[in-house]
């Protein structure tokens, strides 16, 4: 019997290919040292009397992936959403990212987010913090707990905030990430990453873009900022930076990009032509994240296109600018926005399919943290088990369609039963 192998079995269900499901009914999925060794019809003879947790009857999936949300907003989720982006941020984020510089509001809100991200079926996630050192590892060290892999920044943002949430300069925000750098160091996280984070162009002066850029180089670490998400904002990144040519010029320029560690820039619903091409340059991921794009009146990220083009592209909930932390319901939004954009905007963007838009939630996010997001052989392994029972039907679905039901109606009933994370049950 191998050491460090167990099985899942249950009806199997993972991405083939990006537009093409794999299912098998009664399946065993094998994990040895937390990878992947395939999906099987019957447990193979090398793993006989390995312990097999049997959900019979239930989807097993691989590992949701947000790549794009805001630990901190997390507490006024659902509120604001009559706002644009702007607005909003000056209304509802800076007000409330500022209350965590009290270590004791931090604590009670990142208890129930942490806590929430666990027993959802995320299995990984890259967040935004604050701004705020302290209350950032403290989130670290909360999620570290969980059992979930993540990527966890501290925010960067010396100007155009508040009175309660900005910077002193681009030298002292420097100094702090560093500091911070050096505090994850010590702590020697296991499944938690540091993940540099500009909040985005307008909050940062070229000073601090350019430290950012320089940090980035020096360590070798992955970013993630915003880009093009809505119209204003790219005015507003035209007056700040009239050198530009673009939005995504202001990232390349400051040595942001460049680099074999991940760059994430979330939204992109209004990437001009010369844009695209930094992106794919630069081989950036796009967070694409619909329920956001829609409640702040952001824009129809083209996904198509993208796809076409050959970015990478994942899917994120950009919690509280999207109100849930459900990928289930990022996947079905994706899907309808689309559809939207094809009818309304470009009939020659073909709308998404669930099959591909599950692959972007999945495997397309997880590229991020390497091979991660599907049932392939040599992929670490995270799933996902799906209790299903509960949304009745007289009708007999197949492994695909009953998938499909739990994107769209898993609010009336659907239950994650169960969770492992790179080969290790967490839920």
Request: aromatic residues 8%; glycine residues 10%.
């Amino acid at each position: 019997m191998c050491k460090n192998a167990f099985a899942i079995k249950g009806d199997i269900v993972w991405s083939k290919t990006p537009q093409e499901l794999a299912t098998m009914e009664g399946g065993y999925l094998v994990s040895e040292d937390g990878i992947c060794q395939g999906v099987f019809s019957e447990l193979p003879e090398r793993y006989a009397g390995v312990p097999v947790d049997d959900r019979s009857g239930m989807l097993v999936v691989p590992g949701l992936v947000d790549i794009h949300l805001h630990a901190p907003q997390y507490a006024f989720r659902g509120l604001g959403m009559d706002l644009e982006l702007l607005d909003w941020l000056n209304t509802h984020t800076f007000p409330e990212e500022a209350k965590y510089r009290d270590l004791s509001y931090a604590e009670r809100a990142y208890d129930i987010f942490a806590s929430d991200l666990l027993h959802s079926a995320t299995t990984r996630a890259v967040i935004f913090a604050t701004l705020h050192v302290e209350a950032t590892e403290l989130l670290m060290d909360k999620l570290e707990a969980t059992g979930l892999c993540t990527m966890v920044g501290k925010v960067n943002m010396d100007r155009n905030g508040s009175a309660d949430l900005c910077e002193e300069s681009a030298a002292s925000s420097l100094a702090e990430t560093r500091q911070w750098l050096a505090d994850v160091e010590k702590k020697g996280y296991e499944r938690t990453q540091a993940i540099l984070t500009p909040r985005f162009t307008p909050s940062c002066s070229d000073d601090l873009m350019r430290g950012i850029g320089e940090l980035r180089a020096e360590y070798g670490l992955p970013l993630q900022s915003h880009l093009s998400e809505n119209l204003s904002e790219i005015g507003w990144v035209k007056e700040l930076c009239p050198w530009s040519s673009c939005y995504g010029e202001t990232y390349e320029k400051a040595g942001q990009l460049a680099g074999d560690a991940p760059a994430i820039m979330a939204h992109c619903n209004w990437c001009p032509d010369e844009e695209m091409e930094i992106l794919k340059a630069n081989h950036v991921t796009i967070a694409h994240c619909p329920q956001s794009n829609m409640m702040l009146s952001s824009g129809i990220a083209p996904i198509r296109r993208y796809l076409d083009e050959g970015i990478s592209v994942g899917i994120g909930t950009d919690v509280a600018g999207g109100a849930t932390l459900s990928m289930f319901r990022a996947i079905g939004d994706a899907v309808g926005v689309s559809k939207l954009r094809w009818r309304l905007v470009d009939d020659k963007l073909a709308p998404l399919s669930v099959a591909e838009a599950f692959y972007l939630a999945t495997a397309g996010g997880g590229s991020v943290f390497g091979q991660v997001g599907t049932f392939k052989e040599g992929y670490e392994l995270d799933a996902v088990v799906l209790d299903d029972a509960k949304l009745r039907t007289p009708r007999d679905l197949s492994l695909a369609e009953r998938l499909e039901r739990f994107v769209y109606l898993s609010g009336e009933g659907g239950q994650v039963a169960g969770k492992y994370v790179a080969g290790r049950r967490v839920l």
